[in-house]
């Protein structure tokens, strides 16, 4: 790695958004080398990694967030100047099922990177060492802290909308993004907070929705919908989230939140119909399953506990005082996301 470059720590890069932001964030900022550290769960994969794997100023370290003196010999080995904190637990699902690995990881996990940060660039409350004045913590959170929407359209999560979380998950989110804020007034630590929408495109893991609608398609298995299907989420393209974590890290004021959003509403079932319309044409159901249309494979299936109506942000902060907007629609989004799966799932 490169010895005047500034080197920051950046969590959890073997998921989904991590393994898009790394190949990204390399290419664009040449004066940065990054060290991930990552516990490689079942949802993190190296093989989303594989692009950069060699790259003079990438370096892995497998190891665990809550693991204080391994966060403290990577500080102090690698002088780090910065830290992006992806590393989470954020299956819902297993939330329901396991929740207290989501408070150890979620909840611990931040406390000793933002102690650890805190330690290694501060002499103490409200000063900073002099070599480590611009150093930051950039938190990655989720819109699910916020709790569920009415159906008005005008209703839209915004920075100052009350937590009010629903699952262990989002629970646990919200309970990070507090301490979070909490080093930032106790402290003085520079720490900025970014919630994000339904992230989606390539890499993600096969459980989740997008994936899983598409992998069950292809193999003629039933495509398994919650309850009526019309929960709404708001979708963004997973590098336009990335664009959007860039720009909060270099150019978001400490102490802030700005929430990342795709303005793209859309319910289970328009994902599953826009999905099966692409898959239609592309692989033609007829040759392969014998149906006219894989939209005849949707099945609904007993709701998720606790699940949420809607969600949609309201991205207007970021756009207005960072100058950030989403370059994909859906509809571009989707198509690009469709087409990786399909060579992922070729290649199997």
Same mark, same amino acid.
């Given at each position: 790695?490169?010895?005047? !470059? %500034? ?8 998921? +989904?958004?991590? /393994?898009?932001f ?5 290419e ?8 991930n550290l990552d ?20 370096k ?6 809550? !693991? ?5 010999f ?7 100047q910065?830290?992006?904190? +992806? ?6 699902d297993? /939330? ?6 989501f ?14 940060a ?7 409350p +409200? ?18 802290v ?13 920075e100052t ?13 919200? =309970?990070?993004?507090m301490?979070?804020? /909490?080093? %930032?007034?106790?402290?003085g ?8 929408? !339904? ?5 993600q ?13 292809? /193999? ?13 989420r708001d ?17 978001? %004021? ?11 509403e ?26 006219? =249309? ?6 609904f ?15 207007t902060?970021?756009? !207005? ?27 199997r």
């Amino acid at each position: 790695m490169n010895n005047t !470059n %500034k080197t920051i720590l950046v969590t959890g890069c073997a998921g +989904f958004i991590g /393994s898009n932001f790394v190949p990204y964030f390399l290419e664009k900022h040449e004066n940065y080398n990054i060290v991930n550290l990552d516990l490689l769960t079942y949802a993190g994969s190296l093989e989303n990694l594989k692009e950069v794997e060699n790259h003079p100023r990438y370096k892995f370290i497998k190891g665990d967030i809550c !693991n204080r003196e391994l966060v403290e010999f990577i500080f102090n080995e690698y002088d780090i100047q910065g830290v992006i904190h +992806f590393a989470a637990e954020s299956h819902v699902d297993n /939330s329901i099922k396991n929740p207290g690995v989501f408070v150890e990881t979620n909840v611990n996990g931040t406390c000793t990177l933002l102690d650890v940060a805190k330690n290694y660039w501060m002499e103490k409350p +409200f000063i900073y060492k002099e070599k480590y004045n611009d150093c930051r913590f950039h938190h990655i959170s989720t819109d699910e802290v916020y709790g569920t929407l009415s159906d008005d359209p005008n209703d839209l999560f915004t920075e100052t909308t009350p937590y009010a979380p629903n699952s262990p998950y989002s629970a646990s989110k919200a =309970s990070s993004d507090m301490i979070v804020r /909490s080093y %930032k007034e106790t402290y003085g630590l520079n720490t900025v907070i970014t919630n994000c929408s !339904n992230n989606y495109g390539p890499k993600q893991h096969d459980e989740k929705l997008i994936p899983t609608i598409i992998r069950n398609a292809l /193999s003629g298995n039933p495509i398994p919908i919650y309850g009526d299907g019309k929960n709404i989420r708001d979708w963004l393209y997973v590098l336009d989230h990335c664009k959007g974590i860039d720009l909060a890290y270099h150019k978001g %004021k400490a102490g802030e939140t700005y929430n990342i959003g795709g303005r793209n509403e859309r319910t289970n079932l328009q994902i599953v119909d826009t999905i099966c319309k692409i898959l239609d044409e592309k692989v033609p159901p007829k040759e392969r399953i014998g149906k006219e =249309s894989y939209k005849e494979l949707v099945t609904f299936v007993e709701d998720r506990a606790g699940h949420d109506r809607r969600y949609a942000i309201d991205a207007t902060k970021i756009e !207005n005082e960072l100058g950030w907007k989403a370059d994909e629609t859906f509809e571009t989004g989707i198509l690009k996301t469709v087409e990786w799966y399909l060579d992922k799932y070729a290649k199997r």
